[in-house]
C-alpha cells in the first residue's frame, strides 16, 4: 500500500515543517475557528480551495461539489452555508469554478451518467437558454447562476437584513495557468 503510505509520510514532513516555520502553529489553531471566508468550488481535484489562495490551516471553510452548484435543496450545502454565516459569520463566500469542468462538459455533450444527470439539472437549464455556448463561456455563466441563487438564499438574505457584513463574489480558475480570475460580480452590505 505504498500510495497510501506516502500520504501519511507527507502528512508527518508537513507538520514538522509547520511546526519549525511557525512554533507552537497546531496549538494556537486547536482553541479558535474563525475563518473569514467560506469557499464553495468545485470537487476537480486541480482545483485545491486553500492551496490556490495561499492560506494556512484555519482561514478558509470549505465546500465542494462537483461543478460548484448552490441548490437550496441541498441539505449538506445548506448546513455549511448556516454555520459559516450564523456561527463562524465569514465575511466572504466565493464561488469558485473552473475552465474545462467537467460536469458542465457532460451536459454539454449530453453525457451526464445516472445521478449526475439530475445533479446538474440546473446547468442544464442553463444551457438550453443560452445559444450553444462554448465550454468556456458555460463555466462563467455557471457561477453566475450560483452566485444569484446565493444572493436569493434565505440564509444569505436574513443575514443581509440583520446587517450583517456579508459579500458574495464568483471567480474562475484556469487549469492551465494557476489563475483565477474575478467575474467582477460581488454581491454584498444589506438586501433591499
Ligand atoms: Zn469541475
Redesign the pocket.
Known amino acids: 500500500m505504498k500510495e497510501i503510505d506516502t500520504l501519511l509520510t507527507n502528512n508527518k514532513l508537513w507538520a514538522q515543517n509547520v511546526e519549525k516555520s511557525i512554533p507552537g502553529f497546531f496549538r494556537t489553531l486547536e482553541n479558535q475557528h474563525k475563518p473569514k471566508y467560506l469557499w464553495i468550488g468545485?470537487s476537480?481535484s486541480r482545483v485545491p480551495a486553500d492551496q490556490l489562495i495561499g492560506v494556512m490551516p484555519g482561514e478558509v471553510f470549505v465546500h465542494r461539489n462537483?461543478?460548484n452548484q448552490v441548490i437550496n435543496t441541498d441539505i449538506n450545502l445548506m448546513c455549511v452555508l448556516q454555520y459559516a454565516v450564523d456561527v463562524l459569520q465569514v465575511k466572504h463566500i466565493i464561488v469558485c469554478g473552473?475552465y474545462g469542468?467537467?460536469?458542465i462538459e457532460a451536459v454539454l455533450q449530453d453525457q451526464t451518467p445516472g445521478l449526475l444527470a439530475h445533479w446538474l439539472e440546473n446547468v442544464k437549464d442553463l444551457m438550453e437558454r443560452n445559444n450553444t455556448p462554448s465550454l468556456d463561456d458555460m463555466c462563467e455563466l455557471n457561477v453566475r447562476l450560483q452566485v444569484r441563487n446565493l444572493a436569493l438564499n434565505s440564509i444569505v438574505r436574513r443575514a443581509w437584513d440583520q446587517g450583517q457584513t456579508l459579500y458574495l463574489h464568483g471567480w474562475i480558475y484556469s487549469v492551465s495557468n494557476g489563475l483565477l480570475h474575478d467575474l467582477c460580480i460581488t454581491r454584498g452590505g444589506r438586501s433591499t
Open positions: 468545485c476537480d462537483i461543478s473552473h469542468c467537467g460536469g
